[in-house]
Each structure stands twice: as C-alpha cells, then as structure tokens.
C-alpha cells in the first residue's frame, strides 16, 4: 500500500505541535518588542531571556554566550568573518577547514580567501572523518580559526570534536564547529569539548525556520555582522524574532530531554535499513557505518542517477535527498562525496534518507519494500548500468 514517508530530516524537519503551541502566544497576544518598555515589551522581553537561559543549558554555556541569529548560515557567518578579520588586526590570516562542510562554511571561506585569507582544507577520509593529527599538523603560527563541522549533513559522520577541540587549546588557536545537524541530536558540551564558537539552527531540530543562534564563549570578541540597533547586548541588531526564538528554545529543550531514548530508537531503525538496502547489488553505504547520526542513511547505488531515483521514490510516498537539499537541482555530484573519494559516476547515484522521531518501524518496511525494484527499473533503462554489468563479464 503506497504510503507517505518524509525522510529528509537532515534539510529541514517540521515544528512539534509543543513548538508551535509555545510560539503561538507571540503573535498574537505577547507581541510587544523585548525593547519596548510597557508590559507587553517587558513581558517578550523576559520570555527571550528564558529561552536563552534553556538555549544555554541545553549546550552548558552561559546565558550571555548564546546569541540569537537568522539562521544556521548567519551564525557560521558571523563566527567566521568575525574572528578572521578579528585577528587579521594581529596577523593570524589562516583558517583551517574541512572539504566537506556546508556551503555556508566553504562559500564564507571563499569569500575571505579572495579577501587576502588563507584556507587549509583539510582531507575527509572514505570513513567520512577528518583525522585530528592532520589538522593537528595543519597549525601554523598565523592560525586564527579552525572551524570543522560536528556532524555532517550529508554522510551524517560524527567528526571527533572534543580531540579537535583539545588540540586547538593547546596550540591557543579558536575552535568553531557548525553543530547544525548535531544540535538536539547529539550531547553538546561547549565546556568540556572546548568549543569557543558553535552554531545551531531550530529547524533541524522540530523548531521553527529562519532561527538560529551562535554560541561565542565569554571574552571572545569579534566585529559585528549585522549592524544597527542594541539589540543582543550590541552585537546582533534587528528586532529579536520573539516566537522563533521561544521556538528554538522549546524545540531544543524538548531534543534534549528525549535524546537518548530517540537515539536507541533511530538507530535501529537506521541499521535495518542499512542492512536491508546493501541486499541490494552494487550499492555502498557512504560514511563510517556507527560514527554517523542516528538518523542518517547515505547510499549510492551503481548504474544511476540519483535525481531519477528522487523522483521515482516520490512517486512512491517517500522524500528523500540526493546531495544536499541546496545543490539538488544542480547536475554537480556532491561535494561531500568527491571529499571521500568517490568517483563522479557513482557519487551521481546518492540517495540520502533521514529521520527524526516522527518516523517509525513501519517507514522503514515501506521504503525497503518499494526500494529495489525503482534501483531495479532504473537500472534495467541505464546505459551506464549495461557498460557495469558488461564489462563484470569481461573480466
Ligand atoms: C542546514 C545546515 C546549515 C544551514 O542552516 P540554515 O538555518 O538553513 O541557514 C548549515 N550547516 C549545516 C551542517 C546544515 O545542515
């Protein structure tokens, strides 16, 4: 029986009913702005303090560490740009990256190359890790920053933060990490991994889009991305998006409390998958196979395209991703799968399935029930696949 599968919680996930009760208020009757000084101003204003305060525990920060942004892509932003033209003024123009963040990393790194910066990419291995003695080697005198990613948003691997973090303290170099896709999935510990810029974005984790915060540890300065109003003690202006931030804060609050009992649940159903799909001739899972978030499935199937097998898994109820939700629509193979060292051909034919505790057993039958007879269909119409299985006989 066709059924309706959304498993691309790794590009967006949909607002909890909690979230969106918890919002509600603020459109309609807690509407003042936090600046203002009559109640109403003065009552947003106190429920924008609590959900930093949630922000900041679920992260162990403090509460004047989390500052509120638009999103995943400012908050990387800001922490990069910032701290690169920060300590441009003392001569540190180096960054150390990864090849396979997100573009709101790698195109901001780009941006500061032109701008006079200099950027280390360091190599993804075919685990899909980033190795920390090469990164460890990668230091040099004039390093300011080191930003790698916490968890992938393609592969879903797992990079080692809290040994990334050591070695940067040591060497007195800063450490940020996009912990988009880790944020309300995985323990986050700014203390005891000495992170000292961390972003996060709410609608990867049931909150709202187009709300995201920036953790910067105490004492860290950095010059302004968005200039004008005292808003966020003078570092972020722009009127606070009072019903996104009480999202976000609810949304992470709620990811965290229910942590470990998801992550038991996803990824059984994650390995079920994985298993059931490798029945499949010629395919490989992309990623090491348990340093990957719960949720995360990421295939690649020989013989096809992966846009072809996107729209034939619609056809059958089931969202999914081929590369990330960005460049999908684009013919370019993902970046992240070059990164690991896969061929163009094969990294053409990704699929990538999410989940989020919406999900259940039953998505799972479904998606392994229709799953091999599309990459059968597909298959059985490519030219590419013929040239496979001709040249096998070959040799
Ligand atoms: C989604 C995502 C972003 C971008 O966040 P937005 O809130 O959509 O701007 C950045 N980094 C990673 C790893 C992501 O998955």
């Keep these: ?99 396979f963040e997100h573009h709101a ?17 360091l190599d993804v291995h075919a685990d899909g890790l980033v190795r920390p003695e090469e990164l460890e080697a990668a230091i040099r005198e004039d390093t300011a920053l080191v930003t790698v990613m916490y968890a992938n948003n393609e592969i879903g691997t797992i990079q080692p933060v809290s040994e990334i973090g050591a070695i940067c303290q040591k060497h007195g170099v800063l450490f940020h990490t996009d912990a988009v896709q880790a944020a309300g999935t995985l323990p986050v510990d700014v203390k005891g991994q000495h992170i000292d810029l961390l972003s996060l974005s709410a609608h990867k984790f049931h909150g709202p889009k187009g709300v995201g915060a920036l953790f910067i540890r105490k004492g860290i300065s950095l010059p302004n991305l968005v200039d004008g109003g005292a808003q966020e003690r003078g570092r972020r202006a722009g009127t606070e998006n009072v019903a996104g ?5 609810v949304a992470l609050k709620e990811a965290c409390a229910t942590m470990a009992e998801r992550t038991k649940r996803l990824t059984a159903m994650r390995d079920r998958l994985i298993d059931g799909a490798l029945q499949i001739e010629r395919t490989r899972l992309n990623g090491d196979r348990t340093k ?104």
């Design 245 to 249: 931030i009480v999202g976000l804060s």
């Design 1 to 99: 029986m066709a059924r309706f599968v959304y498993a691309d919680n790794a590009a967006t996930t949909p607002v909890s009913p909690t979230v969106f009760a918890a919002m509600k208020p603020f459109y309609t009757d807690l509407y003042g702005n936090p600046s203002s000084l009559y109640s109403v101003g003065r009552e947003a204003k106190k429920h924008l303090e609590l959900a930093r305060a949630d922000v900041a525990a679920c992260l162990n920060a403090e509460p004047n560490e989390i500052f509120f942004t638009s999103g995943g892509s400012e908050a990387d932003n800001w922490a990069i740009k910032g701290i690169a033209h920060q300590l441009a003024k003392k001569g540190k123009k180096h960054i150390i990256t990864s090849k």
């Design 105 to 121: 990393v790698l195109h901001t790194c780009a941006s500061l190359e032109k701008e006079g910066f200099s950027v280390t990419y």
């Design 292 to 395: 990957r978030l719960p949720g995360n499935v990421n295939l690649c199937f020989e013989g096809i395209e992966g846009e072809s097998l996107l729209l034939l898994l619609d056809l059958n109820g089931v969202c999914g991703s081929s590369g990330s939700a960005c460049t999908s629509g684009s013919l370019d193979p993902s970046h992240v799968l070059l990164a690991i060292g896969l061929p163009h051909e094969i990294a053409h034919g990704s699929l990538r399935l999410s989940f989020s505790d919406q999900n259940t057993e039953e998505d799972v039958d479904y998606i392994l029930e229709v799953l091999p007879g599309i990459v059968e269909r597909l298959r059985s119409m490519s030219p590419l696949w013929e040239e496979i299985v001709n040249g096998q006989k070959a040799d």
